[in-house]
């Protein structure tokens, strides 16, 4: 396993242990972990309610274009947006640290 970190708004980092070997996504694997994420869509990338700001992470795969469309239309959009739905869960994700970004 490997471990995220959720930032909250007082900015205090909670640990959250993610299985490498389930083929999740990052947005299920925080769905997993109770925290509230409609993410109404299932993981499409058509719905921005899994929306997070990546900290602290390491290099990953770039943003398809639908998952751009998506972000590029939100309010919110930071540097480090991205729709966990589209991230894979991996080994190197280990460490990364990330805010939740949806409204809802
Ligand atoms: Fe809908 Fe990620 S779950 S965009």
Redesign the pocket.
């Known amino acids: 396993d490997i471990t995220v970190y959720v930032e909250n708004e007082a900015g205090e980092r909670i640990a959250v242990p993610v299985p490498t070997d389930m083929g999740l996504s990052l947005?299920e694997a925080l769905k997993a972990n109770e925290f509230d994420?409609?993410?109404?869509?299932?993981?499409?990338?058509?719905?921005?309610?899994?929306?997070v700001e990546l900290i602290e992470a390491p290099e990953l795969p770039e943003a398809s274009d639908d998952?751009m469309y998506?972000l590029e239309n939100l309010p919110n959009l930071t540097d480090g947006s991205r729709?966990?739905?589209?991230i894979k869960v991996t080994p190197e994700l280990d460490g990364t640290v990330l805010r939740l970004m949806a409204n809802h």
Request: aromatic share 0%; hydrophobic share 45%; net charge negative.
């Open positions: 947005m994420i409609m993410a109404t869509c299932g993981g499409m990338a058509l719905c921005a309610t899994c929306h998952e998506m729709l966990s739905c589209q």
